[in-house]
């Protein structure tokens, strides 16, 4: 029989922070309204919604306090945002009642987080154990993604045990969960099930999560290794939107429809509705005016049956 | 550690048949021999290069003949030819010395063979059987593919001991590789595993192959699930073209180039060298004067350090 995988599975839509990002001509708040409130119908509870970051740097979510004050969610819904620093917190808090968890992130390489932030990871991380402290003692939830945890793109493979401590160190500060991302698809599922089967074990009582990226087509594979190895929190965006697509053209992040589409089919529950998930991707393509490319939103769930075939294949 | 790898697996380029004969525009003899040339020369060993059907069913496979007498194929390299039946096999016959394998197919489930070669199963086994001996016969390899072997767009779900009893009638007429084909992408990753469990320990002797579409995005999720389960033999597409696309606009075979990139990232051998499959892929997308899909034909392999990343991201 297969590896034993585990039987449900929570997931982080991010398409609204992560997703939105990346796109070079700015939505409305309207509309980015309008597609948050309809991703929070589809069972998915919990979304990334917003980041505080500075507006003439990431102008597209300069209108995060007003997205944040006009979407209307349901009660069981988490909503994250993200902080870059501690600056980006003070932001944030003037909406303190408007969400429920927040996200630091550092880089495994320093070059790229001296890109991604501008500051060496020493002087990331002291930051963010400020940021831990004030977030907990504002009753919010802590959580942590690492950025470039399966390899940097200037500086090549980042070592695990490098990975792994400055998980150690989120842990301390008291992150509630900490997430593994691959910033710009290098990694593979061999190195996925090691580094979370050692993760799972070296921080009892943190949430894992897994934050893939597609850019070299593994991004499901990924997924699927590191349920074999035991995690169960995973971080994915509608349309298969964003993801800081690296080289240009990229894809980015895993699309939510795809993801949960393999989970369910191997009886892995997620509580996601499949259909309305692909209804609020194919929103968004109507929104942002061009394909996306996730592969649900053409393919529709696997019980569709098309009315025709090619003729002479398998 | 993670679960063990084989070492290495072989791949067989199918774009020249299985990518071709899905495109809409015919593409030129000429061309089709010169994208051949070029991926012959990449250190793939196996390459399936025409299909003997019909011409007034798939008019962009006619010139299967000129074709094969057209190419430069350096002796290393196994060249395949598919067969939908007896008369197709007479067909290929009349260019015996220029290749080295022949395959034939059945699907899985009945309404998919009835659309697909407008037979019942039973009749395309019956048929298969004097191929496979004339193949035989003739000092050649036969070989087969199960279409729908995990699903059909029609029937649904195919049961497992209904396509492994094919398997075992291509295995009793000599077949010397059964691959099993995910015709319409709806093949799971821990379904994967256990029916290549089973289709190895069953037919001992046989070379288990897997042909998995992208359909959904799990075509690397099932490879490697395959491999998992001691599966070393693969089909794949360059620019991951062709494959059925069923329903239409879905994209069909894994791209060779995604494929051998995530295998030699896991340490998995294939003798290919990956930048040169993906200028194979690239000449076709100029050929075909469209973007494919493939993800390493813009993303490159895992070594490359683009110049930039975007910021404020993980």
């Given amino acids: 029989m297969s590896p034993k995988l585990p039987a449900k599975a929570r997931i982080r839509e991010v398409g609204p922070r992560d997703g939105f990002q990346n796109e070079p001509e700015i939505i409305s708040t309207a509309d980015k309204?309008?597609?948050?409130?309809?991703?929070?119908?589809?069972?998915?509870?919990?979304?990334?919604i917003a980041s505080f970051v500075r507006a003439d740097i990431i102008p597209q979510l300069a209108d995060a306090v007003e997205v944040l004050n006009g979407v209307d969610i349901p009660e069981h819904i988490a909503l994250t945002v993200l902080v870059p620093n501690n600056r980006g917190l003070d932001n944030a808090l003037k909406v303190r009642e408007r969400f429920h968890e927040v996200a630091m992130f550092v880089s495994a390489s320093e070059t790229h987080n001296k890109r991604n932030v501008n500051r060496a990871i020493d002087e990331s991380m002291a930051d963010n154990e400020i940021v831990a402290k004030r977030i907990d003692s504002e009753g919010l939830r802590p959580t942590a993604v690492i950025a470039t945890a399966f390899g940097c793109p200037f500086e090549g493979k980042v070592p695990m045990a490098r990975t792994l401590e400055i998980a150690e160190q989120f842990a301390a500060v008291g992150c509630a969960e900490i997430g593994f991302?691959?910033?710009?698809?290098?990694?593979?599922?061999?190195y996925v099930f090691d580094i979370f089967s050692a993760a799972i074990d070296r921080l009892p009582g943190v949430e894992i999560a897994a934050h893939f990226h597609n850019t070299r087509g593994q991004g499901l594979a990924n997924a699927y290794a590191a349920l074999q190895a035991g995690c169960t929190s995973?971080?994915?965006?509608?349309?298969?939107?964003?993801?800081c697509p690296v080289p240009a053209g990229s894809t980015g992040n895993i699309a939510t429809e795809d993801l949960i589409n393999m989970f369910h089919e191997m009886g892995v529950a997620t509580g996601v509705n499949l259909p309305a998930v692909i209804d609020a991707a194919r929103a968004a393509q109507s929104v942002l005016g061009r394909k996306l490319t996730s592969h649900c939103i053409v393919a529709g769930p696997v019980d569709w049956h098309p009315d025709g075939t090619a003729t002479g294949c398998h």
């Avoid at 991302?181 to 061999?190: E, K």
């Avoid at 995973?234 to 993801?243: A, V």
């Fill in 33 to 48: 309204i309008a597609l948050i409130n309809q991703l929070a119908r589809t069972g998915l509870d919990r979304i990334e």
């Fill in 181 to 190: 991302g691959d910033t710009t698809g290098m990694a593979h599922p061999a």
């Fill in 234 to 243: 995973f971080e994915s965006s509608f349309g298969e939107l964003g993801g």
